[in-house]
């Protein structure tokens, strides 16, 4: 505020001024004298506001549009170099003149040191020495402000991502950001003054040709190209010599008159850009495990082949090659494993073909393969035993060995089908054939094979709803001790009660149930029934019989295998010696020492351990010893033969032989005829059960047979 009897004083400039000078002054005679001399009849006059005490001008400064400050140290409400400070850290930015008694210099020149511009001593501020002082103040305040903002445009150029470069209205460079000395290769010191299409030498991308005169709107004064596109196809010919392809955008700076005065150019590196889409586009295209070509680069193949065999009369084939039991590597030797062995199977897929052909992955371990331009089918075969042969070695996976072989299903065109999906889905068919023929063969698509596997769909769906409504039932088999006749057991088989189709034997569906995973299901489903089943007998008094439950091998892989069978024995009350799980050679052997594992782990529950279809795998007696088994069941396929070939009495005598020595019941399969049962009773075999002796029976039924049976 100003001092009583002096107003403050404003005074206007020679221009326009949205900026005064602040002078904080206690005496009000220094004061007037100060304004008039800021004020005196000159070109340096400022528009000059005064206050007397620190406060006020503290608020003053809080209202903005402060150029530069007078300040006298010495104020009524603040005294020496506290004035000083408190006014520098309110306004750093703003610039500040000490004026000082001659007594006071030394603390003038303190402030000087602590941030203050300058200091006059107040009896040497003549007018052309004060004005100078702060014109000097203000421009070098102006041109630090001029600075910053070149800085912060600067540091805000060379962020955007873009190179930028500003020439003025006859194309000579005036400017350009660090992004723009990098891809034009000329540095800012090198490429101020020269001509633009020096600097910048564009290329048409389509046409090849130097374009001379690529931006108009800097060559030609007074020409307005308010925002000219050169498009993406131009390329920018660094100093080098090293060519990129670039997008450049041009836009006219105009001045206020509407004046065109220079222009900007802005342009961006597109080789980045085209290499990501490059890169999508292979992602889109093709497997991220194999770099093979995925189901849809695949299809758009296959139809320019098959417009191109259309054309030139010209047959070609599709594989659809499917991995067997690859499921069980990822879930014993891990996923990682896995994947290693498809990408093996991938590289060896890849050296059966012509480099011509297309081996792609259609997903999970199956693989679709295009034969362009056969001239034969049977080029196809011969294609197909190959893949077979070089599959069927083993693959060496982070130092294993691990073993696997392939289906192979083929269809040919035209003549199984006209377009891409067609032949597609005949190959899988073929393929499925091949599968159920045994595995690790080809089979070429028939037209009786879309009835089979319609059929096969059919089944699949109808067993889905199966468990749920109650189609499933057990019949039980008898199985007998070959000397007294005695039932010694029965074996639970399964049933399906199909509502159009009847009583559906196990062999129609079993293994369907297997592939598509409802066998757990089932399979806990069946062991549940059984157990409830034999407390039923018991609880009826028809007398303890041990009931056998056959185990599939998902069964016996699933990880809560063990505690299912533990929760079934607990909820039914059955003792765990009358529960008999017959498992066949092949689950056992899959994974040998798992299978040991597994086997003690239910022999210390207390169940009994039978091997089925003995003598129809692979076991080695060093397994058949270690496995802790119970019994050994002879496959009927011997057993029906042994009174007619002398070769399988001669197999089934020994079978029994070894099953005697490892001190192991030994129960015959498929026993039909009297003279079967002499050949068994006559070698030692202990148990028997087929149809000589009783078919499977519905649970009341078996009942009448066990009271029957002599005890």
């Known amino acids: 505020m100003a001092s009583p009897g002096l107003e403050a004083t404003r005074l206007t400039d020679t221009k326009p001024c949205s900026e005064c000078v602040l002078l904080i002054e206690g005496a009000a005679n220094d004061a007037r004298r100060i304004l008039d001399e800021l004020a005196a009849a000159t070109d340096e006059r400022f528009p000059v506001e005064w206050v007397s005490e620190l406060s006020s001008g503290l608020a003053r400064l809080r209202g903005g549009g402060v150029a530069a400050m007078v300040l006298d140290l010495t104020l009524p409400d603040s005294q020496g170099l506290e004035t000083f400070d408190a006014l520098f850290r309110a306004a750093p930015h703003v610039p500040i003149l000490i004026v000082s008694e001659g007594a006071g210099e030394e603390m003038a020149m303190r402030a ?312 597609i889905v005949k190959a899988d068919t073929a393929m499925y054939e091949a599968k159920q023929a045994g595995r690790n063969t080809c089979r070429f698509f028939q037209r009786h094979m879309h009835a089979r596997l319609a059929e096969r769909q059919s089944i699949e769906a109808d067993l889905r709803y199966a468990l749920g409504r109650n189609q499933f039932l057990l019949h039980y088999q008898p199985q007998y001790n070959l000397q007294s006749g005695q039932i010694t057991g029965v074996e639970a088989l399964l049933r399906w009660k199909h509502p159009r189709r009847g009583l559906v034997p196990p062999d129609e569906f079993v293994f369907i149930a297997e592939e598509c995973g409802l066998i757990i299901p089932i399979g806990r489903w069946v062991l549940l029934k059984a157990c409830k089943q034999f407390r039923e007998w018991s609880d009826a008094g028809v007398g303890v019989v041990p009931v056998s439950v056959n185990v599939s091998a998902a069964e016996f892989g699933a990880k809560d295998f063990l505690s299912g069978v533990r929760a079934v024995l607990i909820a039914t009350g059955v003792a765990p010696q009358n529960l008999q799980l017959e498992l066949t050679e092949s689950v056992l052997m899959h994974d040998a020492e798992s299978a040991v594992v597994t086997l003690a782990a239910l022999k210390a529950m207390g169940v009994q351990l039978a091997i089925d279809d003995f003598g129809t795998g692979y076991s080695s007696f060093t397994y058949l010893r270690r496995f802790p088994s119970d019994a050994l069941k002879l496959h009927q396929s011997f057993v029906q033969e042994i009174t007619l070939n002398p070769n399988d009495a001669m197999i089934v005598s020994a079978m029994i032989n070894i099953g005697t020595s490892l001190k192991q019941r030994v129960i015959a399969e498929g026993v039909e005829t009297r003279q079967q049962l002499e050949f068994l009773q006559l070698h030692g075999c202990g148990e028997g059960q087929g149809y000589y002796f009783s078919r499977p029976v519905v649970p009341a039924e078996a009942a009448k047979l066990f009271k029957a049976s002599p005890h």
């Open 112 to 423: 000087v040191d602590r941030g203050a511009r300058d200091y006059l001593r107040k009896d040497q501020a003549d007018g052309s020495r004060l004005r100078r002082a702060v014109r000097t103040m203000m421009d070098r305040r102006a041109a630090e402000a001029v600075s910053l903002e070149n800085a912060v445009a600067n540091v805000t150029l060379d962020s955007i991502g873009e190179a930028v470069l500003r020439t003025d209205v006859h194309g000579v460079v005036l400017d350009l950001n660090a992004i723009a000395e990098t891809m034009s290769g000329w540095t800012r010191k090198e490429a101020l003054g020269h001509p633009v299409t020096e600097v910048l030498r564009i290329i048409d991308g389509l046409g090849g040709a130097t374009s001379g005169e690529p931006l108009p709107a800097v060559l030609e004064e007074n020409h307005s190209a308010k925002a000219l596109a050169a498009g993406k196809n131009s390329i920018l010919v660094r100093r080098d010599g090293s060519e990129c392809g670039i997008e450049i955008r041009v836009a006219d700076i105009h001045d206020p008159d509407g004046r065109v005065v220079g222009s900007v150019l802005a342009f961006h590196d597109l080789s980045l850009a085209q290499a990501t889409s490059r890169e999508m586009s292979h992602l889109a295209q093709h497997d991220f495990l194999t770099g093979l070509p995925n189901r849809m680069l695949f299809n758009d193949r296959l139809g320019q082949a098959i417009s191109l065999a259309a054309r030139q009369g010209k047959q070609l084939a599709v594989l659809f090659v499917d991995l067997d039991h690859f499921k069980k590597i990822n879930d014993s030797l891990g996923h990682a494993v896995g994947d290693k062995l498809l990408q093996s199977v991938a590289g060896q897929l890849l050296a059966c073909v012509r480099r011509t052909d297309t081996v792609s992955r259609l997903g999970g371990d199956e693989f679709l393969i295009l034969l362009s331009q056969l001239g034969h089918a049977e080029d196809a075969a011969v294609c197909a035993r190959k893949i077979l042969r070089k599959l069927s070695a083993p693959h060496m996976v982070d130092g294993k060995s691990v073993d696997t072989n392939v289906c192979v299903g083929v269809s040919i065109y035209p003549v199984d089908g006209q377009d891409a999906e067609s032949l």
